[in-house]
Structure formats: structure tokens, C-alpha cells
């Protein structure tokens, strides 16, 4: 049990996924059928997203707190490219690549300064999603600027047959399993591990650090196209609340806030994990008071209970 | 020159002229903005940010990366119960703090047990405690604002007390007394920064590093707890986010201030300086009658500033 765990701690989540998947079809019989899970996946997607981006950062040791903010910019960017080029599909393509762009510009802004000019990374990152929310309220004021029914409807809908978020969900997987396999990985994993190390070891710790808040920023990015095509409109305000999410689906995830040991696919289940766990607390009938209660209990419940495994 | 440098390098001198600048800046900008009834004004503001912020204070300095994200809930859980406890009433003031701190310390034991005994990283146990208070709140409150201030509460939080000076800035120097002699002059104070700084030492000298620390979260929570008083003192009356917005900004003042964010080092009167010059600092970009976004941008942009003079991490040397 120990050899097969070494290294693997999400299997324990995803021991707690299939359970919590068999108790919410236990008590939501529809919960199997494609339409369901399709909508089930549609509100999971954006923190999955955000929780992969984040284990990058903290397997380096640091966090990032600003992804709440980052998906709030790049949504009002997105719609107001759209809006300003008129509409069409090459204004959306447009507007997803600004999106995107200002995802990466954003990972470049927290990777300076926590790596370049040594920062502490809580205290930044808050600072820079201070900034970056502000820029987002500037861009767009109020929430609105629909988004052209393109968007939305392609995002709903599928191609050959297979639904736009499982492709999402889909393309996600492959690029953990391809950032995986490459030295980068393990280099990441190096410099949140033993930082003196790592640096005495000849790697170049400040790169992979910025390198590793990109990639956090760009999820974040991605996370928010995705929410833009479920709202299919602007809100400055938008993804509040998902940069603590994110830490709570790497932590549950089996990754070490300390830095080092883990990895996104953990964080993937965690972020699902996180999500059932409502799932399941809104059909099992509890009185709507209650529900938040109990949903934070099971959620501080299965930080310790995580942390006590991995402890071992 | 060395010696100079080390002087200006100084946290608490640095807080200090930035409060300096941001008076001067203010004053520039809209006369009457150093006024001493407008100060009084802004520190009653920053004495609520200082109060929860001497618990995070500690919290930080017993190391181990010690972080407290449950004091906002905590905040609304103190301002929810003490509004309940007095609905008004003046005689029921002393039993809503005693409530309101009580419930906080309790609080507070809890997530230092769960980082000591269960050994739960505090930032991952603090933020889930935040989402079990927040839960809670709901149950309490059923989701409406309920419970108001009595008016004894809310004058002496607002309105002059003894010398034009409203009753809680007296509360803050009490405590600011406080922290500066416990930290500096009992034996509890000393292990503070003894296991902040180097626990393993610190335990093999034959400190309770554990008991230590999760006394520092009750503390944190009490405070916290107390926070949540003044708040609704403030304000006369409470809603279940209330205590959110003074989270990181309680860390901030604490980094701000000079403690380091790794434990064993720094004082509450910086801590103290920390507060008013980000209280200050909201208040000047408030008085540059700008939109809501650049303000916000200048505060972000400004934290970071704040952040290259004096907030910076060893470089990794072979």
C-alpha cells in the first residue's frame, strides 16, 4: 500500500471522486446521463483549469493569488476585442488570442517580481491582482458586452459529436501529461524541493519560477474563456473566488504547498472533488442553511485527512 | 555610510516616512486633509485594521510559515454574535465583547491545534476554517443582516471620548502597551520570536513550541473576535462578509511593518506604522477624487513599491 502510494497521493482522490460520483448518482438518478455530466463538467471546468495552473506555481515553492484577478482581466479583454472588431468569428478568434495574451503578460508581471526581484509571492501576487482587478474595471465598468452567439454556442456545443468542454478537459490532459514528461517538470519540482540546491545544481531557478507563473496565468486564462463562453458576456468581477479554490483543489490534489512533491493531475481530482462535494451536499436534501456549513466541514475534513496521508 | 544605510534600511523608518509623505501628499492635494479631527478620523479606521492585525502579527512571528486567512471570518463571526448579544441594548455591551472575543479565541485554538497536532499547513487550515466560518454564518444569521450596535458601542468608537479622542483609539494603544511588553519583556513574549526563528533550538532549550503556537492562533482569533466589535461599532450594524475585506490587508500591514513573513523577527509597532500608512494611503487616493479602477491600480502599484524598498527575499548564493 505504501510502495503503490509513494509518489501517487491522487489516487486517494480519486478514490473520493468515484465515491463521491457513486453517492451523487445514488441520489440523483439522472446524474449519468451525457446532458448532465455535460453541465456538471461545464461548472467544474474553469477551477480544474486554475487548479492545474496553480500546482505549477506551487510545486516551485511559491503561490499565486492572483488568478481570481487574471481570469476577471482577460474576460473583459476577451469581450471588448470582440465587441471592437464587430462580431464576427475572426474578431472571436481575435478575442480568445488577446485573452490569452494578457494571461501571459499577466504570468510575466507575477514572475518578475517574485523571481527577479525577489518578492515575497502572498504578498505580491495580492498587490498584482489588486492591479490587475483594476485594469479589469477599467476596460469594462460594468458587467454586460455580450458575446457573439458563435462563442457561446460552440462552447456548448461540440464537434464531431464530442462536447467543447470534454475537448477542453481533454486538451488539458494532454498538456499535463506533456509538460510531464519534459525536464522542465522535474526541474520545477527540483527548485520548490531544495531551492539552494537546485540553484547550486546549475539551474536557472528564476526562469522556471517565471516559467511556472506563466503557466499558472495562462490556465487561469483558459479558465476564463471557458467561463466567458458559459456566461457569454463580460463582469469585471468575475472569478472571485477561485484563486483560494485553487489552492484548496492542489492541496486536496496531494500536492505540498510546500513545494516539491505532486503534480497537476492531483489538482485536476482535487478541483472535482471540490465540486461534487456541492454537487452532493445540494441533492442530499439539507435545509439551504445548513448546506455551506456542511460543505466547509467536508472540505476542512478532507485538507487534514490529505494532509495526514501524505504525512505518513 | 554602511551605518547609514542600515538606518535607512530600517522598516519601521521607512512606515514611518511613508506615513510622513502620504500626510504631506494629502495635505497638498486637499487642504485640511492632516486636520487632527481627520486624522483622529483615519486612525479609528486604521486602529480596526491594527487590532486584527496584532493577532496576525503573532501569528507570523511563531514561524513556520504562520499565516491567519481566518480572520476575516472570524471578524464577521465576532460582529455577527456581538450584534446578536447586545441588539442594542448598552448594558449588554461588555457580554458581546466577551462573547465576540471568546468565540474568536475559540476559534483560534482550533486552527493551531490543527496546524500543530494534525501538523495541516496554516495557510491550507486557516482557509478552510474560513469556509466552515463562513458556513456557520449562514446557520446564525439565516443569510439576513441581523443584530445592531448599541449607541454606547458606536460612540465610542466614533465620536470623542476623552480629549476629542474616540474610545477606540484608547483600546488600540492599550493593546499597542501590550504587545510591546509581552513581546519584549515576559519569557512568553521571548519564546515567541525563539520558535519563530529556530524552532529546533527553541524545543530543545525546552519550549512547548506547539502549546506556544497554538496559543498564538487563539490569540490571533481573539483578537480577531475583538475586531469584530469595533466593527460593528463602527458601522451599527453587521452582514455575514463583513470581516472579508481586512484579510490580506492585515497581512500587509504586518509585512509592511517589517515583521518577515518566514517568523522569529519584527515588532507590533511596526506593525502599528503598517496600518496607518495603508489606511492613509486608501484614504489619499480616495481624497485624488480618481475613478475607482486607478485608485485601485496606484494601491496595488504602490504595495509593490512598498514591497522593493524593504520586502525582498535572501538571493541564492552557491
Known sequence: ?312 | MDRLIQILKDPLLIAALAILVLLGAGELLSPGFARGDQIVRLLTVAAILGIVAAGQNLVVLGGREGIDLSVGAVISLGAVIAGNVMSGNDAAILPAVAAAAGAGFLVGIVNGLGVTVVRIPPLVMTLGMMGVLQGALVVLSRGVPSGNAAPALMAFVNQPFVLGIPGILFVWAAIAVLMAFVLRRTAFGWSIYAIGSNERAAVLTGLAAGRIRTILYGLSGLFAGVTGVCVIGYTGNSFISVGDQYVLPSVIAVVIGGTSLAGGSGSYTGTILGAIALVLLQSVLTTLQMEFWSRQVIFGATLLVLMLLYGRQARLRV
Request: with cysteine; proline share 4%.
Open chain 1, 1 to 312: 500500500m505504501a510502495t503503490l502510494l509513494d509518489g501517487r497521493l491522487w489516487l486517494i482522490t480519486l478514490t473520493a471522486l468515484l465515491v463521491l460520483v457513486g453517492v451523487n448518482a445514488a441520489l440523483q438518478p439522472n446524474f449519468l446521463e451525457p446532458s448532465v455530466l455535460q453541465s456538471n463538467l461545464t461548472t467544474f471546468l474553469p477551477l480544474v483549469l486554475v487548479a492545474i495552473g496553480q500546482t505549477y506555481v506551487v510545486l516551485a515553492g511559491d503561490i499565486d493569488l492572483s488568478v481570481g484577478a487574471v481570469v476577471a482581466l482577460v474576460n473583459v479583454t476577451t469581450v471588448s476585442v470582440i465587441a471592437a472588431l464587430g462580431g464576427d468569428s475572426q474578431s472571436v478568434l481575435a478575442g480568445l488570442a488577446a485573452g490569452i495574451g494578457v494571461g501571459i503578460a499577466c504570468g510575466l508581471v507575477n514572475g518578475f517580481f517574485v523571481a527577479v526581484l525577489r518578492f515575497q509571492p502572498i504578498v505580491t501576487t495580492f498587490a498584482t491582482s489588486i492591479v490587475f482587478a483594476g485594469l479589469a474595471l477599467r476596460i469594462l465598468p460594468d458587467a454586460g458586452l455580450p458575446v457573439p452567439e458563435a462563442y457561446w454556442r460552440g462552447y456548448a456545443g461540440g464537434l464531431f459529436g464530442v462536447p467543447t468542454v470534454v475537448l477542453v478537459l481533454a486538451a488539458a490532459l494532454v498538456t499535463i501529461a506533456v509538460v510531464g514528461r519534459r525536464p522542465f517538470f522535474t526541474r520545477l519540482r527540483a527548485v520548490g524541493g531544495q531551492r539552494t540546491a537546485a540553484f547550486q545544481t546549475g539551474l536557472s531557478v528564476g526562469r522556471l519560477r517565471i516559467a511556472a507563473y506563466v503557466l499558472s496565468a495562462v490556465f487561469a486564462a483558459l479558465a476564463s474563456l471557458c467561463l466567458t463562453g458559459e456566461t457569454a458576456s463580460g463582469d469585471p468581477l468575475m472569478g472571485q473566488t477561485l484563486a483560494l479554490s485553487s489552492i484548496s483543489a492542489v492541496v486536496l490534489g496531494g500536492t505540498a504547498l510546500a513545494g516539491g512533491v505532486g503534480g497537476p493531475f492531483g489538482s485536476l481530482l482535487g478541483a472535482l472533488v471540490l465540486g461534487m462535494i456541492g454537487n452532493v451536499i445540494f441533492f442530499a436534501g439539507l435545509p439551504f442553511e445548513y448546506q455551506t456549513l456542511v460543505q466547509g466541514l467536508i472540505v476542512l475534513a478532507a485538507l487534514a485527512g490529505g494532509v495526514l496521508v501524505a504525512r505518513r
